[in-house]
């Protein structure tokens, strides 16, 4: 069974920075296109960042450009987002997920998600 498990959530203070990572048991997440996902209480899920099968292509949601990168470590089996000058309504929980298909996972329809990580950012 494949398992996509996310760590690195937990409480910043605004401005400060975390870095959440993504990695499998039971699958070569080399095959897959990657994304962050995150939903607010209260709100519906949105896209946070994507990234291809080998890195080269990736994409922020506009919003979190030049504050959020999207990374992989495909010899790893990870993937991360860096998350700096956190705002509190970045607090959410943060889901990671993949998809041989880049487009599915851009349009959240991917195969694989993990049980996501909380971040919290207060002011």
């Known amino acids: 069974q494949v398992q996509l498990v996310e760590s690195g959530g937990g409480l910043v203070l605004a401005g400060g920075s975390l870095t959440l990572s993504c990695t499998s048991s039971?699958?070569?997440?080399?095959?897959?296109?990657m994304g962050w996902f995150r939903q607010a209480p209260g709100k519906a899920r949105e896209v946070v960042a994507a990234?291809?099968?080998?890195?080269?292509?990736?994409y922020t949601a506009d919003s979190l450009q030049g504050r959020f990168t999207i990374s992989r470590d495909n010899a790893k089996n990870m993937m991360y987002l860096q998350m700096n000058s956190l705002k509190p309504e970045d607090t959410a929980v943060y889901y990671c997920?993949?998809?041989?298909?880049?487009?599915?996972?851009?349009?959240?329809?991917?195969?694989?998600w993990g049980q996501g990580t909380q971040v919290t950012v207060s002011s």
């Open positions: 039971g699958r070569d997440l080399s095959r897959d296109a």
């Open positions: 997920s993949a998809d041989p298909a880049y487009v599915n996972v851009a349009a959240g329809k991917a195969n694989y």
């Open positions: 990234i291809s099968r080998s890195g080269g292509i990736t």
